[in-house]
Nanobody
Framework: QVQLVESGGGLVQAGGSLRLSCAAS????????MGWYRQVPGKNREFVAF?????TYADSVKGRFTISRDNAKNTVYLQMNSLKPEDSGVYYC?????????WGQGTQVTVSS
């Protein structure tokens, strides 16, 4: 089993920045990629960024968000700059395991206009 704990969400004005963190523990040897998704009420969870093999980003965040990993700390980060109101939502960390995916509990990001 893998446990994921996110932190770093909050309220920020449009144009501001936030950095999310996701720390993994447990059977971390089975993880071969980590990333971020987000969800707003009434909509499906959507892809934001992933690091595992190639690093990929959703088109809506390219050039503004940066994903990075600290393997020594088993942590993945999401640096979010130039935030827009449409970036608001609950951000979930995902770890891709050898046999299944794991999800964190989510952290709320609210961007005010």
């Amino acid at each position: 089993q893998v446990q994921l704990v996110e932190s770093g969400g909050g309220l920020v004005q449009a144009g501001g920045s936030l950095r999310l963190s996701c720390a993994a523990s447990g059977s971390i040897f089975s993880i071969n990629g980590m990333g971020w998704y987000r969800q707003v009420p009434g909509k499906n969870r959507e892809f934001v960024a992933f690091s595992g093999g190639p690093t990929t980003y959703a088109d809506s965040v390219k050039g503004r968000f940066t994903i990075s990993r600290d393997n020594a700390k088993n942590t993945v980060y999401l640096q979010m700059n130039s935030l827009k109101p449409e970036d608001s939502g609950v951000y979930y960390c995902k770890a891709r395991g050898s046999t299944r995916n794991y999800w964190g509990q989510g952290t709320q990001v609210t961007v005010s206009s």
